[in-house]
């Protein structure tokens, strides 16, 4: 048996005429879903980091995830995230032949472009949404300078 894969860009990637085009998710969500004796899985989750001016903001999609089950913490300029996605026994027990909800521990970390205002930082866990509003401190807020001289 001979097999012939086709060349030239045009071929790769998303589009019409691109056979291999979910390619790469099939390897992602295959060796994603691999389970490893080294701890939590680390990108079981979307989330979505933002600066602004005075705050940093994080919101990430958690649906099935318990407020309860959620830990947040920052040390130095990381934010870390961790947590359980919600899966009982009997729910992988009653799974069969194709198993693809969520469960076990999770965790990611995020590097901050600067230093937190640790006592300010709050959050929220609706519907499935975490949002999380991170201060930043105010040594690391742009202050104005006034110039002096004359002229």
């Given at each position: 048996?001979?097999?012939?894969?086709?060349?030239?860009?045009?071929?790769?990637?998303?589009?019409?005429?691109?056979?291999?085009?979910?390619?790469?998710?099939?390897?992602?969500?295959?060796?994603?879903?691999?389970?490893?004796?080294?701890?939590?899985?680390?990108?079981?989750?979307?989330?979505?980091?933002?600066?602004?001016?005075?705050a940093f903001?994080?919101?990430?999609?958690?649906?099935?995830?318990?407020?309860?089950?959620?830990?947040?913490?920052?040390?130095?300029?990381?934010?870390?995230?961790?947590?359980?996605?919600?899966?009982?026994?009997?729910?992988?027990?009653?799974?069969?032949?194709?198993?693809?909800?969520?469960?076990?521990?999770?965790?990611?970390?995020?590097?901050?472009?600067?230093p937190v205002?640790v006592a300010?930082?709050?959050?929220?866990?609706?519907?499935?949404?975490?949002?999380?509003?991170?201060?930043?401190?105010?040594?690391?807020?742009?202050?104005?300078?006034?110039?002096?001289?004359?002229?």
């Amino acid at each position: 048996m001979r097999l012939s894969i086709p060349s030239g860009p045009s071929t790769f990637g998303i589009g019409p005429g691109r056979p291999y085009a979910d390619l790469n998710s099939v390897f992602h969500s295959f060796f994603n879903d691999l389970s490893t004796p080294r701890g939590p899985r680390q990108a079981d989750f979307r989330a979505n980091l933002s600066v602004q001016d005075d705050a940093f903001l994080l919101k990430a999609e958690l649906p099935g995830v318990k407020r309860e089950a959620i830990e947040l913490s920052v040390l130095d300029d990381v934010l870390t995230l961790s947590g359980s996605f919600g899966s009982t026994e009997s729910d992988e027990a009653e799974c069969g032949s194709t198993c693809e909800l969520r469960s076990g521990p999770f965790r990611r970390e995020f590097r901050l472009a600067g230093p937190v205002d640790v006592a300010a930082v709050s959050a929220t866990h609706v519907d499935g949404i975490l949002n999380v509003r991170l201060p930043k401190a105010a040594s690391a807020m742009a202050q104005r300078i006034e110039v002096q001289g004359e002229g």
